[in-house]
């Protein structure tokens, strides 16, 4: 039995779709009024929980679940100690820095970044040697530079509609980001033939 | 039997002796060893002569400093480190062998580790690594630091896309690529491991390592231990301190590692140290919280009495109860609410009646 842990929404169901078109499907999660949170099919060796996007790692990290999907973005904010077994190429989107077009940087001031990602934005301009000013927010990040609340805000950008909306423009790419199938270390060892199955059914069936 | 009591016959067994410390350690041990530490919080007092002490973070450091002369040495003490933003004091066992480090020793601590794990739980997987391999590897890549960075942490969590694609970006050699992808992707056993990378290792220093590794293989086949030890290069260690072999062990029912060690020569010549040496540390912590909480049963009888009843009697009772081996203890009627779990629970005439008295 390999237990997987789908994050809630849609990239859980383009994931499950993949899983459940590789051999591994579980009817039961697509009953879109159950209240279940755990789905199993016993003939397929396979148990499925919904979670959140961002806890995703930590059920793989601490072994609740042998192997996860998670967002790359979650993998860099948090650092989980688990094995990145494949990019599944779905979910694709860039993590950046945005502002409006006109703000130039003063360098006599740290910078200010809104975020909801701190530890992401802090490595990004350590990186080029930029001092800043963390604000950690857990939404509506486009609306810190518009109140002046932050110079800058480091998100994720899918198409770009809600910067522009907001006359916003990406000014850097910190990172190109993709869901990833994930492995809880030790799970690798012991249930070793059983996750190499299931990386290889999600290989074949990726888009790249 | 404990787990701590097993773990000392194991060691004393192989004739490792027993090692005792004091909590405390001078200050100045670990501001000079920093990187070596997981943290460099500690819990630090002054002394009542103005000297700055600390609560032993980890038990090898003190070790090294205490040591004079080849030992081999075996612990079951208590570190104090910072966890979730508060201090723990943590249980920790562990190994040390200190001297001339040679083939043989090596395997023995190797070995040593494998049987401990099997204390824990019969199935478990020891996994190898060979920092100085890992650093020849680089050097032979010749990457940029920041690039070697890049792909430490790859092979650490078997990233085999990002080596791919290093690869088509040119990064790395179409060959080296291909062997990167190998390391990264390699969970396989010790011996048939090895014997698969000898064919595909062209620089000196990595065909040295693995004909060293390769006699280790041996000396672990001798101690009977082989079959549960991997080759996977994807153990984190700090390159600084560890030069050689690095190993960490897991078993099934615990889903993190429950055991690290590996060669620390370059440690021993930082604290200027003539000798070689190689050791682990069990994380007994780990193995306690990851016990299963529920107890069956609080003991085997409950002997239930009243404030009426003889007390000299109810002692006599209890004496003889518990001297034939039973876990046993007298409950007071108003006091027994069926929240503790006994196997059995007898009024005192039932007890009485069974014991004979």
Not at chain 2, 94 to 114: K, P, T
Not at chain 2, 231 to 243: H, Q, R
């Amino acid at each position: 039995m390999i237990s997987v842990a789908l994050p809630k929404g849609r990239l859980g169901e383009e994931v499950y779709a993949l899983l459940a078109d590789a051999g591994y499907s579980c009817d039961e999660i697509l009953d879109k009024k159950t209240r279940k949170l755990v789905f199993e099919n016993k003939e397929h060796t396979v148990r499925y929980f919904q979670v959140k996007p961002t806890d995703v790692a930590v059920y793989v990290e601490r072994g609740a679940a042998d192997v996860g999907i998670a967002g790359k973005d979650i993998l860099m904010e948090y650092s989980p100690d688990v094995y990145e077994l494949l990019d599944l190429g779905i979910g694709k989107c860039r993590m950046c820095i945005a502002g409006f077009a006109e703000f130039t940087d003063n360098t006599d001031r740290p910078l200010r970044v809104a975020t909801k990602f701190p530890h992401i934005a802090r490595s990004y301009y350590e990186e080029i040697g930029r001092d800043i000013d963390i604000i950690k927010l857990h939404g509506s990040i486009e609306l810190a530079p518009i109140l002046k609340l932050s110079d800058v805000i480091c998100d994720i950008v899918e198409t770009g509609s809600t910067l522009r909306e907001n006359n916003l423009v990406v000014r850097e790419e910190v990172a190109k980001i993709s869901a990833r199938f994930i492995a809880n270390k030790v799970s690798f060892r012991f249930a070793n033939e059983e996750i190499l199955k299931m990386k290889n059914a999600l290989e074949n069936r990726r888009v790249i | 039997m404990s787990l701590e009591t097993k773990l000392n016959k194991l060691f004393a067994g192989y004739g490792y002796q027993k090692f005792r410390t004091s909590k405390f350690e001078e200050y100045d041990l670990y501001a000079e060893n920093r990187d070596f530490l997981m943290s460099s919080q500690l819990i630090t007092f002054t002394d009542l002569d103005g000297s700055l002490l600390a609560l032993k973070p980890d038990i090898t450091l003190s070790i090294i400093k205490s040591t004079t002369q080849p030992r081999r040495l075996y612990y079951n003490e208590k570190v104090y480190r910072p966890r979730d933003h508060h201090f723990r004091e943590i249980p920790q066992a562990g190994v040390e062998c200190i001297g001339s480090v040679d083939l043989y020793r090596e395997g023995e601590v190797i070995s040593l580790a494998c049987k401990a794990l099997a204390c824990i739980e019969e199935d478990y997987v020891l996994s190898i690594s060979h920092a100085g391999f890992l650093k020849a590897l680089m050097e032979h890549l010749n990457l940029s630091e920041k690039y070697s960075g890049f792909v430490m942490e790859a092979l650490c969590g078997k990233n085999t896309d990002y080596i791919r694609s290093l690869a088509s970006e040119n990064i790395l050699k179409e060959e080296d690529g291909e062997l990167l992808f190998n390391l990264a992707e390699m969970y396989v056993p010790f011996g048939e491991g090895i014997r698969s990378l000898k064919k595909r290792i062209s620089f000196a220093e990595g065909k040295e390592i693995l004909s060293e590794l390769s006699d280790l293989a041996a000396v672990l086949d001798g101690f009977g231990v082989l079959d549960h030890v991997y080759l996977d290069f994807s153990l984190k260690s700090s390159m600084e301190y560890y030069n050689g072999v690095i190993f960490q062990g897991s078993v099934r029912s615990i889903p993190t590692y429950v055991l690290s060690g590996g060669r620390y020569d370059s440690l021993m010549k930082k604290m200027a140290k003539p000798f070689e040496a190689i050791g682990f540390a069990v994380y007994m912590d780990v193995v306690e919280n990851s016990r299963s909480t529920s107890k069956n049963y609080d003991g085997d009888l409950a002997v239930i009495y009243t404030a009426k009843d003889n007390p000299k009697l109810l002692a006599k009772l209890i004496q003889a109860l518990a001297s034939s081996g039973l876990r046993v203890n007298a409950v007071r009627k108003e006091e027994f609410d069926g929240n503790e779990r006994w196997k059995r629970v007898l009024t005192l005439k039932e007890a009485r009646k069974e014991a004979g008295i």
